[in-house]
């Protein structure tokens, strides 16, 4: 697959890009990645340290005339979400199949990687240069970003000299973030009682299918307003177990915390002759559902079908009331505006999986706030009405803020030189998602940051592309900041 970028500009950037596609690296599996970074290191006899998260850093002296410019740090993560349209690929094994058509580049049946793929390229072609006028670099390739940031949190911030540090890892050119949300995962597990006497079996197994949603990522997507399909499962079974006699069997829905739920699904026993009325409680529920969702969330879709029980377990229809009351009583989507940036939350959260395990049923939940204050009182909120039904729950990680700062040199001295050669102002932004800037802004005292990077598209799937052109800009706007 060798030379499919050549002849696109920046050459050396796309050869770099071209090389690390070659090399299996999603998420947990960056031991080959990270090798191959610290081999470039030692090949150009450039400081280099691995530690045992598998983070690199490689150092740079400052060009000639640069010594006495601020160390600065540029930093991206070598881990990538691998996904495959083909489900028999083994993507912890197989090489991308990189493409380009002209405009963009992207790899066939599978995600890119150009998140973050390109800021390793960019951070070695500059490493690999040395006529690139720059001070004195410390270049940060951490892991697992992807799957809960373990490398940032791992990393040793007394190996870095340098206080401002150029993140490479946004998704649109033109706009500079500038600070970030801090997060909460939690899981809470509601505990059913199981139907003595086992099945009852002169009722009938009735499965109810919530589809067709937008679902999308609970950090930018929260502020649409979506419909959550767990919810509205919570909201059809609290309706159910108050007019039928229904006694319950399953539930799942969603697939990540960080996901709106797009689709969930339940299992419930029903006297026979009640079906016909359930049906018409819950087309009902149906119609209101997308009254209130319509232009927001139009395609959502209610299906009952027959089930059969077959040799699986029956819980109470007490323990189901309890289940529907707790998923109805959680709080979901945003809980609170920023008072200071327009159109940003302050604090949300969003319930992104539900599943049963034997007797316990548990929900996944992702809280973000742009202030650790907002994020502890709604992670309070959360914890006090778990206890109220008796649910066990936990914080499963935890990630920092990034706090918006009014003074920042490194970001006035970009906007300078991005007004300069575009002759219009960069956009600053802060995010309701986590970026890695979060935990090194807590590791390292006067902590300036800005993150910006070229157009790359549907991130994460299968569909993710990344733009020539913006990269060949981003490309020549770094260098620029970096000699200026
Ligand atoms: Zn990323």
Known sequence: MSGRLEGLEPSKVFRFFEEICSIPHGSYHVDEISRYLEDFAVKRNLKVIRDKE????IY???????????????????????????PEVDMD????????????????????????GIAVAYMLAILDDDSIKAPALEAVFTTNEEVGMDGAIALDAGLLKGKRLINLDSEEEGIFIAGCAGGIKMKA???????????????????????????GHSGEMIIKNRANAIKICGRLLYDICGRFDVDFVDIKGGTKSNAIADKAEFEILVNSNDISGLKVVIADIEHEIKNEYSQKDDGIKIMVSESSLGERCVFTGSSLKKLASFIMAMPDGVQAMCGWTEGLPLTSLNVGIIERKDNIVYTYHELRSQMGSSLRNLNKSVTAIADAFGAVCE???????????ESSPLRDEMCRVYKEMYSV??????????????ILAQKIEGFDAVSI?????DIHTTKEKLSIKSTERVWEYLLRVLSA
């Open 60 to 86: 740079r002296d400052a060009s000639e005339g640069y010594a006495d410019k601020p160390v600065t740090i540029l930093q991206g993560h070598m881990d990538m979400v691998a996904v495959n349209d083909d």
């Open 93 to 116: 094994v197989t090489p991308l199949d990189v493409c380009h058509d002209g405009e963009y580049i992207y790899a066939k049946g599978s995600s890119l990687g150009g998140d973050d």
């Open 453 to 457: 990077g070229p157009d790359i598209l």
């Open 189 to 215: 597990g509601i505990e059913l009682a199981l139907l003595e006497n086992g099945a009852a079996s002169e009722k009938a197994c009735v499965k109810v299918s919530v589809s067709g949603l937008l679902g």
């Open 395 to 405: 914080n499963s990680s935890q990630y920092p803020e990034w706090e918006y700062r």
């Open 425 to 438: 102002e960069p956009k600053i932004e802060v995010i309701h998602a986590g970026l890695e800037c979060g």
């Open 54 to 57: 598998n983070n690199v850093i």
